[in-house]
T-cell receptor
Framework: QKEVEQDPGPLSVPEGAIVSLNCTYSNSAFQYFMWYRQYSRKGPELLMYTYSSGNKEDGRFTAQVDKSSKYISLFIRDSQPSDSATYLCAMENTGFQKLVFGTGTRLLVSP | DVKVTQSSRYLVKRTGEKVFLECVQDMDHENMFWYRQDPGLGLRLIYFSYDVKMKEKGDIPEGYSVSREKKERFSLILESASTNQTSMYLC?????????????FGEGSWLTVV
């Protein structure tokens, strides 16, 4: 079993839809949770960062962490074609030993 | 603006060739990383370095070596390239002691071994 599981998609939605992207994990030591966005043939860029449990909002993006269920989510409101990309979740323990990535979910937002 | 630069974006090499992938960062970061990214497998850590001349194996170091002679530069070396090393290679850096939110990636180097 992988430490971090993420559905690869693709997830296709119409413009304006609410998108939900998710990851599950098995290591209860993870405390730092990140979402990266990666456009085609580009490097990943940090989108959201959350420490421990709870929610964090930034514009149209909301990150949620449920440590009791070992489940994290990224919500995108009013999705735009420019949101079409691969979204990678990543997590790390407090010792900053190693960042563990999900495989990424490819999102396609059609106009 | 922070910058991690991978000088070679697209390379085609022959089996058995020695390949150098160069990475330079301008943020004075102590930690640097090399990942490879493959469909369905995500990012896998090859090697990382936490200081000049220091290196640690990641999850998939076989067939690779690294060099860090200067703080800003971290090189990935394929001593004898094989077709199963065809992949996208990502360099990253971050400051010592910082959580994962401050890791910065380069644009990636696409390597094809024929």
């Amino acid at each position: 079993q992988k430490e971090v599981e993420q559905d690869p998609g693709p997830l296709s939605v119409p413009e304006g839809a609410i998108v939900s992207l998710n990851c599950t994990y098995s290591n209860s030591a993870f405390q730092y949770f990140m979402w990266y966005r990666q456009y085609s043939r580009k490097g990943p860029e940090l989108l959201m960062y959350t420490y421990s449990s709870g929610n964090k909002e930034d514009g149209r993006f909301t990150a949620q962490v449920d440590k009791s269920s070992k489940y994290i989510s990224l919500f995108i409101r009013d999705s735009q074609p420019s949101d079409s990309a691969t979204y990678l979740c990543a997590m790390e323990n407090t010792g900053f030993q190693k960042l563990v990535f999900g495989t990424g979910t490819r999102l396609l937002v059609s106009p | 603006d922070v910058k991690v630069t991978q000088s070679s974006r697209y390379l085609v090499k022959r089996t058995g060739e020695k390949v150098f992938l160069e990475c330079v960062q301008d943020m004075d970061h102590e930690n640097m990383f090399w990942y490879r990214q493959d469909p369905g497998l995500g990012l896998r850590l090859i090697y990382f370095s936490y200081d000049v001349k220091m290196k640690e194996k990641g999850d998939i170091p076989e067939g690779y070596s690294v060099s860090r002679e200067k703080k800003e530069r971290f090189s990935l070396i394929l001593e004898s390239a094989s077709t199963n090393q065809t992949s996208m290679y990502l360099c990253a850096s971050r400051a010592q002691g910082e959580a994962g939110n401050t890791i910065y990636f380069g644009e990636g180097s696409w390597l094809t071994v024929v």
